[in-house]
């Protein structure tokens, strides 16, 4: 519905650009407080953008609609690589800088994200253990919530290679999808059947290649995440009492698609 206004409309009340730019609140006078505000502000919108393109993708491959769930894919996989150059912006602010305004930030830390955290579960990387960082925000945690109790993306991509004529097995079909993930040799081999005949299984094996997209930007943005923090942190604890760049190099290794990396050795 189209909302009759009373007033022309302008570019700064299409983008409530009022409300935007008040939304930067420093809680010391260093410059680059401001900086590190604004990336990580801008990270929280590129997310919002993220989370619809993946909820209208799972749509879409739910429905057969392979085809257009590429754009959805393709777009999110851009955005992805947009928020990984964000990291070199950060990253012109120095360890001393830094020093200077990090106790302001308190025990609040990007870990508590519930948007990051949405996105994995809408990948399929389910760990409900970060629900418990929203208890203070009810709608946040019901979305999360929400993900985390849905087929992921790749539980929809699984499903429509079974539709499509695979050999997927029950169990993988009618997993509890809440639980994390574990890699099937049965689903490596359905999607090995579809590299081996392209030509044959040419929706599944396009959108294989856009599903490895977005595991490759992923993993592309934790490396920069990771090298960002080694840059002006160091060894030191994170915010929020994580263990810093010890905890994300763990997270290098996560993989949201794991048989559609391990079948590439078998062909």
Known sequence: MVVAMTEPMTYARYLALDDLLACQHPRSDCDDEMLFIVIHQTKELWLKQMIREL??????VRADRLVPAYKAMARVSRIQAVMTL?????????????????????PSSGFQSDQFRTVEYLLGLKDPRFLAYQDD?????????AALAAPSLWDEAIAAAAR???????????RDVTQPYAPHAAVEEAFLAVYRDPERHWDLYQ????LIDLDDA???????????????????RGTG???GAAY????????????LWSLRTSL
């Open 55 to 60: 909820h209208l993708a799972l749509e879409q």
């Open 86 to 106: 964000s990291w070199d912006v950060l990253a012109t602010m120095t360890p001393s800088d830094y020093s200077r305004f990090r106790d302001v930030l308190g």
């Open 137 to 145: 925000r009810p709608e946040a945690r019901a979305a999360m919530e």
């Open 164 to 174: 499509a004529g695979l050999p997927i097995p029950a169990e993988v079909l009618e």
């Open 207 to 210: 959108l294989a290649e856009k």
């Open 218 to 236: 992923m993993a592309t943005w934790r490396h920069k995440h990771v090298l960002t923090v080694e840059r002006i942190i160091g060894g030191k």
């Open 241 to 243: 009492g994580t263990a």
């Open 248 to 259: 994300l190099h763990s997270t290098l290794s996560k993989r949201a698609f794991p048989e």
